[in-house]
């Protein structure tokens, strides 16, 4: 079963307010991503988790936090956001960051727009 | 660096037409694996196929098929007798053998409007 599970599918937030992504997997795999897409734009690596350890931080602003609390499950925390950070968050995962013929598996996404 | 081109940006087709899309790949690594992926409207992208670069055996899945051709560095994707269900954006992606911090490298897609 390739199934990454992505809540909430949609999200409304304004510029001050806190707000969480959510990503699940349970296909054992040990890597999990978030990706960042713009309208008619290929997806943008944001995060990389490996073994549960953030392996890639893309210079993504701070206002974005990952957390990876256990090596099914992926949030991305979300404060003081920009309307320019409107976008789809994606999460995907893969048997293992380091090699690179493992195929990345992608959940359905959150489109999120900021106000 | 690696970087993956798809020169068509959007194809129109009539439904049951056959259509091809294009990829085209820079590397420097002999050793690399390229994918190709769909993005419905829902969002979501659909994996559809792997293949390394020491396989350039040519794969038919269905309706799909894909043609690797390392001496062009290309990898095009056919849909025979496309259906309105084909409608999608569709990514070209390459990751190499390149060092333990190696990304997805995706090309800018590929969207495809298939009419009844």
């Known amino acids: 079963d390739t199934e990454v599970t992505q809540t909430p599918k949609h999200l409304v937030m304004g510029m001050t307010n806190k707000k969480s992504l959510k990503c699940e997997q349970h296909?054992?795999?040990?890597?999990m991503y978030w990706y960042k897409q713009k309208a008619k734009k290929p997806p943008e690596l944001m995060f990389v988790?490996?073994?549960?350890?953030?392996?890639i931080n893309e210079s993504v602003p701070s206002r974005f936090s990952p957390e990876c609390p256990n090596s099914s499950l992926l949030n991305l925390h979300l404060h003081a956001l920009q309307p320019e950070d409107s976008a789809l968050y994606l999460c995907?995962?893969?048997?293992?960051?380091?090699?690179?013929?493992?195929?990345?598996?992608f959940g359905p996404g959150t489109r999120l727009l900021v106000l | 660096a690696q970087k993956v081109t798809q020169a068509q940006t959007e194809i129109s087709v009539v439904e049951k037409e056959d259509v091809t899309l294009d990829c085209v790949y820079e590397?420097?690594?002999?050793?690399?694996?390229l994918f190709w992926y769909k993005q419905p409207p829902s969002g979501e992208l659909v994996f559809l196929i792997r293949?390394?670069?020491?396989?350039?055996q040519n794969e038919i899945s269905g309706r799909y098929s894909w043609n690797f051709q390392k001496s062009t560095s290309s990898f095009n994707f056919t849909i025979t007798a496309s259906q309105v269900v084909d409608s999608a954006v569709y990514f070209c992606?390459?990751?190499?053998?390149?060092?333990?911090?190696?990304?997805?490298?995706f090309g800018t897609g590929t969207r495809l409007q298939v009419t009844l």
């Open positions: 296909m054992g795999h040990r890597a």
């Open positions: 590397t420097r690594d002999t050793t690399y694996y």
């Open positions: 988790y490996s073994y549960e350890k953030l392996s």
């Open positions: 992606a390459l990751r190499s053998w390149a060092g333990t911090a190696s990304k997805l490298t």
């Open positions: 293949r390394n670069s020491f396989d350039e």
């Open positions: 995907a995962s893969s048997q293992d960051f380091m090699r690179p013929q493992e195929t990345q598996y």
